[in-house]
T-cell receptor, first 113, second 112 residues
Framework: AQSVSQHNHHVILSEAASLELGCNYSYGGTVNLFWYVQYPGQHLQLLLKYFSGDPLVKGIKGFEAEFIKSKFSFNLRKPSVQWSDTAEYFCAVREAAGNKLTFGGGTRVLVKP | DTAVSQTPKYLVTQMGNDKSIKCEQNLGHDTMYWYKQDSKKFLKIMFSYNNKELIINETVPNRFSPKSPDKAHLNLHINSLELGDSAVYFC???????????FGPGTRLTVL
């Protein structure tokens, strides 16, 4: 069965610091990759997605992610975080020919003002 | 203008009761999903319907029964509620199974 790992469970950083969240998956075939964000008390929102093409994907709110196939990774980055980026971030993977989205365990990010 | 809506937002009930959570999407999507998010924020798929047909049925107790009266609705009925059912339940929808999913606001279920 496919699995998704997010190695950082909690990240605390100051405003203007750079953020990188790791995501690795176990499936060896073609995948679709997603990052979702869940702000406190809110539902999940899509930050960005990768289906094919340029492995460097730009999303909303200044986030980007890079798909590195050889490392089975899809790390999320933001050069300069804001207090409003405090949230839980979820990586999700789906086999391209499949129908099930598998989520990582989430990373809780706290940005101190 | 809410794309995916769920009712109720909060549900507090006693063990052994039967309850339902409703989900509606106005995006014209063909596929809908139910997820369970536990206290550690781990999110796991429970069910998925595509054009009113069940396509994903994970290892969920059969006390949980999804019902899709039409493409825009996917309700979740839970019989004989247990303490371990306490969680946040999210509904989601997508254009079809290959597209990104849009999530509802969640229903926080507390079983006492």
């Amino acid at each position: 069965a496919q699995s998704v790992s997010q190695h950082n469970h909690h990240v605390i950083l100051s405003e203007a610091a750079s953020l990188e969240l790791g995501c690795n998956y176990s499936y060896g075939g073609t995948v679709n990759l997603f990052w979702y964000v869940q702000y406190p008390g809110q539902h999940l929102q899509l930050l960005l997605k990768y289906f094919s093409g340029d492995p460097l994907v730009k999303g909303i709110k200044g986030f980007e992610a890079e798909f590195i196939k050889s490392k089975f990774s899809f790390n999320l980055r933001k050069p300069s975080v804001q207090w409003s980026d405090t949230a839980e971030y979820f990586c999700a993977v789906r086999e391209a020919a499949g129908n099930k989205l598998t989520f990582g365990g989430g990373t809780r990010v706290l940005v101190k003002p | 203008d809410t794309a995916v809506s769920q009712t109720p937002k909060y549900l507090v009930t006693q063990m052994g009761n039967d309850k339902s959570i409703k989900c509606e999407q106005n995006l014209g999507h063909d596929t809908m999903y139910w997820y369970k998010q536990d206290s550690k924020k781990f999110l796991k798929i429970m069910f998925s319907y595509n054009n009113k047909e069940l396509i994903i049925n994970e290892t969920v107790p059969n006390r949980f029964s999804p019902k899709s009266p039409d493409k825009a609705h996917l309700n979740l009925h839970i019989n004989s509620l247990e303490l371990g059912d306490s969680a946040v339940y999210f509904c989601a929808s997508s254009q079809d199974i290959h597209y990104e999913q849009f999530f509802g606001p969640g229903t926080r279920l507390t079983v006492l």
